[in-house]
Each structure stands twice: as structure tokens, then as C-alpha cells.
């Protein structure tokens, strides 16, 4: 067994490297993995589970394994049918071998910290939670992702995939259902059903007549009046929302939500679906305020460094980034996966990109390499006046400028 995990950890770290993730950390046979967008991470699932297919193993040990744990909870719970232990020896083969690997995708914000022990970086926040939740619902050998992953995949990028639509489902500690989806990596596998919380609420069926007072006071007051960028986010979001009843709105929101890792709070009956419904929006529109301005203001003291360099020697300036003390806000997708052996089941991680890092270094490095302004002259029409222009030598000559 020790053998086959530290397999298990050769191949994916050879997935990790060919699409250019990271990996932040690793517990047991557990990996959190930092991917660059939704795709590669949807990439890299696929490809695991098709590599640990087509791995040889060397022993039959781990599939026994497998088949056992099945019949046992077969016999255990009566309405339970093994998925995989009373399959034919030839289709078994075609479908499974070996350690099997669940896996959860799911994609937002995430707050990014440089750990000063490690050097290394580490995610946190409720992008990070979400997708724990998303692998701890699948079974062995399955790919669940979010519906806020399957959004943030591009048509074409859909096009190419074999999926099905696992429809809302329940997940610990979520006030909400998620629509998930399951990527068919290995056409042709089934499962156990999904190992989803019984206590999920539904967006429309989440109406309680306690509630939580203070949750319920502070959506009333998010939907009141909003000023400043804030109101125009919102006004814009209510426009886009708006040609859905309350009810649907409310569905529509939950992935916005997720995406920007925003705490829902509970439902309750004194609070109008049209309140609740504004709420959630000034919500959105408050968080996507703050990140606008932090950005703003990251970008300007970028340029404030690119001109301090300009007056020097001309370094190329690099994102600073304190030890132990958050890096900045990327949205990403952040995937966990988890692996099973015998009856024993390890929590696997993945998460989102700190590579992103990368595409902002380079900008940076073209900004503080762009020339210096031309000189006072600008191609423009200026009814046939002449303007002085230092010419050769640094002698004053005359331009003109043509008339209409």
C-alpha cells in the first residue's frame, strides 16, 4: 500500500506540472491543488482519473478491496446495490483499476497568504470550503464540480466534455442547494448515489418562520439605499434580474454569489421575496465595489512605482507581497479531491491559482517598460496652425498641420 500512494502521488503531481498548477499542499494521500482557470482544472481531473486507469498497479489487492467494502455496506443497508463489486470481470476491467480518486471542483474568490515558515502559499475562505463540501459528497472515482465551475467554462470548453447534470444538491454547513454536475471522465462508470446532507435548504423552500433575527435585520437593512459605486453595481444587477419573478431571481443569484464567496443568510417570512432578492444583489454589489477600488488603488501605487523607477534606472517593479499577510484576491477554481482505500476514506484537496501572480508580474514588467512620451507634438488636425518642434540638433523648426 505505501508503494501505490506514493503512485498516487507521482501522477498527479506529472498532471500538476503539464497544466501548470499549483500545489499548496498535501496531507496523507490528500492534495490541495491551485488551478489557473476552470478548464485546467476540469482538464486535470479528467486526465487523473483516466491515468490512474490505465496505471498498472501490480496487484489485484486494491480493486478486492473495493468489492469488499461494497458487499459489506450492501449488507448493511438493505436498499444499498454495490455499483462496481458484481460487475463483469471484462467490463470491470474496462472501467476501473486500481486506487480510485474522488474529486470536488469548485470556482471564486479566494483570499491568498504567503505562509513565512514555508515560503509557500496557502487559500482560505468560503471557495476553499465549498469545494471540501463538493468532494466530501462524491464517491470514488467520480468528478463533481459546481455550477459555478460549469459557468465558468466557456461554451466551447462545455462542447468538449461528457457531463451530467446531478441537479441541486445539499451540502454541510451550505443554507442553499447547489446544482452540481458530474464530468463523465470514464464513460460508462456508475455510482453510489450522492453522499449529499439531509438538513440542505432549498432557495424556495427555505422559508422560516424564526429565522435569524440579526441576519434578517441586516438583509432589511442591504435593501435599503446603497450610494456611490455600490448603487450603480446594484441598479445595473436589478436590470439584468429583473425579467425573472422574485422566486427565480433568487435561484439565478446563488452562483454570483458563490462565485464572489458571499455568506447567504437564512430566510424568513417577514422579510418579501422582492427584499430578499434586493438584499442579495447589494450584497454582490457591495463586494464587487470593494474589489473594484482595492484594484484601483493596487494599480495606482503600481504606476506610482513604475514612474519612481522611470526617473531611476529603469527596474522593472514586481508585486510586493508581505510575508504571512494576504497577497490579494484572485477568482479561480479550486478543486478537492480525495481518494479511497479499503473502507477508509482520505480527504484529497485542490484550490485555487496563485499563477496568477505571473500574468500580473508581466504586465507590470510591460508597463515599466513602455517608452518615454514623444515629444509635444499631437496627431491632430489644428485648422493650419504651426506649432514649435525642437528639430535636429535641438534648433526650433516649424511644423504645420494640414486644414480640413
Known sequence: MPDAVATHHKLIRQLIQKYKCYEVKTIGDS?????????????LARDLQTKFLKHD??????????????????AENEG????????????YGALWNGIRVRVGIHTGLSDIRCDDVTGGYDYYGETSNMAARTEAIGNGGQVVMTESTWWALSRSERDELDYKNMGPQGLRGVPYAVVMYQLNAVPGRTY????????????????????NSQATDALLSSAGTLTGPAAAIAAVLGNCFSPYPPQERIRQIQPLLQ?????????????????????????????????AQVKQKINGERMSMST??????????????????SSGINANALARLASRGNSVVQPNDWSPDVMELDGE????????????????????????????????????????????
Open 259 to 291: 462565485k464572489w464567496s458571499i455568506p447567504v443568510p437564512p430566510r424568513n417570512r417577514r422579510v418579501p421575496d422582492d427584499d430578499y432578492c434586493r438584499g442579495l444583489i447589494n450584497r454582490v454589489a457591495i463586494k464587487m465595489s470593494t474589489v
Open 31 to 43: 492534495f490541495m491543488i491551485a488551478c489557473k482557470d476552470a478548464y485546467k482544472a476540469v482538464q
Open 192 to 211: 453510489a448515489d450522492l453522499r449529499t446532507e439531509i438538513d440542505a435548504i432549498l432557495p424556495d423552500d427555505g422559508l422560516d418562520d424564526d429565522g
Open 361 to 404: 508580474e508581466e504586465q507590470e514588467k510591460k508597463e515599466s517598460a513602455a517608452p518615454e512620451a514623444e515629444d509635444d507634438v499631437q496627431l491632430r488636425r489644428l485648422g493650419g496652425r504651426k506649432r514649435s518642434h525642437l528639430g535636429k540638433n535641438n534648433q526650433p523648426e516649424e511644423l504645420a498641420f494640414p486644414t480640413e
Open 308 to 325: 519612481d523607477s522611470n526617473k531611476g534606472n529603469r527596474a522593472s517593479q514586481t508585486r510586493p507581497v508581505s510575508q504571512g499577510a
Open 57 to 74: 498497479w501490480g496487484t489485484e489487492e486494491l480493486d478486492m478491496n473495493y468489492h469488499s467494502f461494497e458487499n459489506r455496506k450492501a
Open 80 to 91: 444499498y446495490i454495490p455499483p462496481t463489486a458484481n460487475m463483469d470481470p471484462d467490463v
